[in-house]
């Protein structure tokens, strides 16, 4: 287990060409303050309110410039995952599905091949919002805005009930054929003799949200569930190879490696959650 409480942007020029077996990574989704920027305190403190940042429910900031900007982070780091995973390594990366589509195309255009991508089914909460409190405030009359208010009877801000997030499932071009490629290499090939719920392993996988004792341990925003990581690490690497987790969080895929025998290299910019991270894995 290698951790570095760091930027990875600093990091990962240092870690050697061809080096890395897998690459599993929950980057900041560019949401809200969850960008290259990312404040720990600040987002806290706002969230722990209501889960409200900016008038707005988390996630829910408009700004087209997110985009833009999550597409030219990701071809940053991802520059650099392409140059240290191994030939045919896989390469899996979390996303929000509204900002999916940038982060997929600057995986793509350094090099990478999108094979797939994983659903995780959980259970979300509602952020639509009324708008009868702007209907409230405005400067016409009563039975105007009674007209108005029954016309939007039921109506919201398009938000559906988010109940899934998305993995991106890419790989570095193989070295030959794909046995050739695990002669070689020893990547590029899934192990579906491990199953989840008894069946073969799909792109959709029902997990639930982690449970309260686990949230307790990490305290972190957007933390995964162990049980989604280890179905990854199950299936895209074998024991001993060497996963990286360059956006570590409180280091949920560092426990997922432990716990399977896998090596881990965690890279944490946050030294409060790098703390965390260094614990559970300590503690997993
Ligand atoms: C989406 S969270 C990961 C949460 C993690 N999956 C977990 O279960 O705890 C992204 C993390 O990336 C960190 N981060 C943001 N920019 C970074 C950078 N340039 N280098 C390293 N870490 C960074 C943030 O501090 C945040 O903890």
Request: charged fraction near 30%; charge should be neutral; aromatic fraction near 10%.
């Amino acid at each position: 287990m290698k951790l570095f409480c760091e930027d990875c942007l600093y990091r990962l020029p240092k870690i050697e060409n061809n080096s890395i077996d897998c690459v599993i990574t929950d980057p900041p989704y560019f949401i809200d303050g969850m960008g290259d920027n990312w404040d720990t305190k600040e987002l806290t403190k706002s969230v722990k309110k209501s889960g409200i940042i900016g008038s707005l429910p988390v996630g829910m900031k408009f700004d087209p410039q997110q985009g833009k900007k999550l597409y030219d982070f990701t071809l940053k780091y991802s520059k650099e995952i392409f140059r240290i995973l191994k030939p045919g390594g896989f390469f899996l990366v979390c996303n929000q599905p509204r900002l999916l589509h940038r982060s997929a195309c600057a995986i793509e255009d350094v090099g990478f091949e999108i094979r797939d991508v994983i659903t995780w089914i959980r259970n979300g909460q509602g952020k639509a919002f009324s708008q009868d409190h702007f209907v409230k405030r405005m400067k016409i009359s009563e039975e105007e805005k009674v007209e108005i208010l029954n016309s939007l009877s039921g109506r919201k801000t398009p938000q559906l009930r988010g109940c899934h997030e998305d993995i991106i499932l890419a790989q570095k071009p193989k070295d030959g054929t794909f046995v050739e490629n695990w002669m070689k290499w020893g990547v590029g090939l899934v192990d579906f003799s491990y199953k989840i719920d008894d069946l073969m392993a799909a792109n959709v996988m029902n997990v639930p949200k982690p449970s309260g004792k686990e949230r307790k341990e990490s305290d972190h925003l957007t933390m995964k569930p162990i049980k989604l990581m280890e179905h990854l690490v199950n299936l895209f690497t074998k024991e001993n190879d060497v996963v990286l987790d360059c956006f570590m969080g409180s280091g949920t895929t560092g426990v997922a490696c432990k716990n399977l025998n896998r090596n881990f290299i965690g890279i944490e910019l946050d030294e409060n959650y790098f703390n965390i991270a260094k614990e559970r894995i300590e503690n997993a």
